[in-house]
């Protein structure tokens, strides 16, 4: 059985930083675009960062480019990301999520659509206080 589980949530002032990271258990997931995406209530899940199944290419939001870092380590079967600069509206609960899809398609870019993505975490929240 497929289990995403997250860490590194937390609570941290404007400017500070946080590292996510999302282990994925059940099966390897080496040949798999993984994502990040978060969500605020009332809203729609919201694209944050994209990696292809070899580490690149790399997709960001415009809102996070320059200051958080996606990443991933195959052999652990884990995503990382790592946030900097952090502002108030980054407050969110973040899911990390693994592609089937982009297992079998041609793919270049990795998928920034949340349909695209089949297997989620349980999320992790994140607050920033100005």
């Known amino acids: 059985q497929v289990q995403l589980v997250e860490s590194g949530g937390g609570l941290v002032q404007t400017g500070g930083s946080l590292a996510l990271s999302c282990a994925a258990s059940?099966?390897?997931?080496?040949?798999?675009?993984m994502g990040w995406f978060r969500q605020t209530p009332g809203k729609e899940r919201e694209f944050v960062a994209a990696?292809?199944?070899?580490?690149?290419?790399?997709l960001y939001a415009d809102s996070v480019k320059g200051r958080f870092t996606i990443s991933r380590d195959n052999a652990k079967n884990t995503v990382y990301l790592q946030m900097n600069l952090l502002k108030p509206e980054d407050t969110a609960v973040y899911y990390c999520?693994?592609?089937?899809?982009?297992?079998?398609?041609?793919?270049?870019?990795?998928?920034?659509?949340?349909?695209?993505?089949?297997?989620w975490g349980q999320g992790t929240q994140v607050t920033v206080s100005s």
């Open positions: 990696i292809r199944r070899g580490g690149h290419p790399i």
């Open positions: 059940g099966r390897p997931f080496s040949s798999h675009d």
């Open positions: 999520a693994v592609s089937e899809e982009s297992y079998y398609s041609g793919n270049y870019m990795p998928f920034l659509s949340p349909n695209k993505y089949d297997y």
